[in-house]
């Protein structure tokens, strides 16, 4: 539901996520290195901003408190970016606490390139534009940007109980 | 004619099934104010929860509304597996039933009888023959003597849109060539295979002639051909492309 | 890969908003310069609302989403758009 042009097809081999810093340094992971971190099961919902939902749907991935464990930031805002171009952003206090995840596993395989695999990201408690397909990167902000849809329409935060769809 | 598009309802007084995957509905729709050849429409159907999904169509045939008549509009829907349109389309639609349509719509891919008097080549692949069977029965309808061609990629003859009418329409301005990927007529064999550049230039109007070019079909067959016809000489503003795509 | 269609399928949803058909128009791309119809864009659907991107270097030129009684519309990826009367 949330592409915006060509499927990238990403190796996992060539795969890699970079987090950027507030400080603009890069810190780097190898497919191996994510899964390194831990992998978890996940069962949740999903909103998708077309009105359907899917009830606990099955994922695995690894938790985004696993790939910030080590990033010192005062920066609150996230800017997911993905390969292909699109970007989404989103606070950081949303990202953490077991509240998001790299998800590698959907429904019992691996994800597939129309599903955003290799990895995407898995932000179940907001709208599912926010869980950004083909997931390459995350870059700390000082303030909330908006990604691609949020500047093309798009809510800027995206609550699905308060149904934050469009600005 | 410029008919500003707008919602319809249209009812459906006729289905048939047109190829071994596609249906043809015929529609009575009593606000249309008739169409260009190749323009196209949106169905939208609205699940009772309140989702709605709206898909594209090419027009295959239209007539205006008259006082005392409804317009008539012809649609033939190929059916896309999982689509969320296509196959209620195919499959669930009956007589009597209502959709609702917007149109008609496009003006870029259409074809009107005495705009140009420069030779026309059609190129269609499977169910992207749709609009170009509508240009060429306007250009038969309207008696229209530009030179019409149109070559049809298509699996095999039960896969053939519109197949008595195109025949109908063969004669001296509009000829008709048939390309088989699959399978040929059995009483009339010939090669069997995909279109390729020998035989998109030995099967169409050769650009010397400055033909205008539409070329309508699956996102792959439409960059191949238009790739083939700019190497055969074709300006690429002669060349005017619509593509369908695998759209669930 | 993700199937994109012609600019042609905007004509739906652009005809209410506009007075007179923007898919015959021609558009220049802002990324590379290139003017062309926009309905020779290529048009992604799959995505929350609809992406126009140049055909000759994928550039977004424009999209729209449907937000039920709002259309919200780009056209940030055009430096012009040719109109007809």
Avoid at chain 1, 128 to 147: C, E, I, Q, V, Y
Wanted: net charge negative; with cysteine.
């Amino acid at each position: 539901m949330l592409s915006a042009g060509p499927t990238p097809r990403v190796d996992t081999a060539d795969w890699e996520l970079v987090l950027r810093d507030e400080t603009g340094a890069d810190h780097r992971w190898s497919w191996d290195e994510l899964l390194a971190l831990g992998v978890e099961d996940v069962t949740v919902d999903i909103h998708c901003v077309t009105h359907w939902s899917r009830l606990d749907m099955s994922w695995r991935g690894v938790s985004l408190d696993k790939v910030f464990e080590d990033v010192e930031s005062e920066h609150e805002f996230v800017m997911a970016h993905s390969y292909g171009g699109y970007t989404t952003n989103i606070p950081l206090e949303d990202l953490l606490d077991g509240k998001a995840w790299i998800a590698i596993e959907a429904d019992g395989g691996p994800l597939d390139p129309e599903h955003g695999g290799p990895a995407r990201l898995l932000v179940p408690h907001l709208y599912f534009w926010k869980s950004a397909k083909w997931l390459r990167g995350l870059t700390m902000m000082p303030d909330n940007d908006p990604g691609f849809w949020e500047q093309y329409g798009y809510h800027l935060y995206g609550d699905p109980w308060k149904e934050e769809r469009y600005w | 004619m410029r008919a500003r598009p707008a919602w319809h309802v249209a009812t459906v007084t006729e289905t048939r099934q047109e190829t071994p995957t596609a249906a043809r509905l015929v529609l009575d729709v009593p606000t249309w104010p008739g169409s260009v050849a190749g323009a196209h429409l949106d169905v939208r159907l609205t699940a009772p929860d309140g989702y709605q999904a709206s898909r594209s169509y090419s027009i295959a045939a239209s007539a205006p509304a008259a006082p005392g008549t409804p317009g008539r509009v012809v649609l033939a829907v190929d059916e896309v597996p999982d689509g969320e349109v296509s196959p209620f389309l195919v499959h669930d639609v009956r007589v009597g039933d209502q959709l609702e349509l917007h149109g008609p719509l496009g003006a870029f891919f259409v074809w009107r009888p005495g705009e140009d008097d420069r030779p026309v080549q059609l190129v269609g692949g499977g169910s992207g023959v749709v609009p170009l069977y509508a240009m060429a029965a306007a250009h038969g309808a309207a008696g229209d003597e530009t030179p019409f061609r149109l070559l049809y990629s298509v699996r095999t003859p039960a896969d053939v849109y519109f197949a008595d009418e195109l025949a109908a329409l063969a004669g001296p301005s509009f000829t008709l060539d048939l390309v088989w990927t699959r399978k040929a007529p059995d009483d009339r064999p010939g090669p069997v295979g995909r279109l390729t550049r020998e035989s998109l230039a030995a099967l169409t109007v050769p650009a010397d002639q400055r033909p205008r070019v539409f070329v309508c079909g699956s996102t792959g067959f439409v960059e191949t051909v238009a790739a083939w016809l700019q190497e055969l000489g074709h300006a690429a503003d002669d060349i005017h492309t619509e593509r369908f795509g695998g759209l669930t | 890969m993700t199937h994109h269609l012609d600019g042609n399928v905007l004509a739906g949803a652009l005809s209410e908003v506009f007075a007179s058909d923007v898919t015959a128009a021609r558009g220049r791309c802002a990324g590379c310069g290139q003017t062309s119809p926009i309905a020779e864009a290529m048009v992604y659907t799959d995505a929350p609302g609809l992406v126009a991107r140049c055909a000759g270097c994928d550039q977004v030129l424009a999209t729209l989403v449907d937000a039920g009684d709002r259309v919200i519309l780009s056209l940030a990826g055009l430096t012009a758009v040719e109109l007809r009367r």
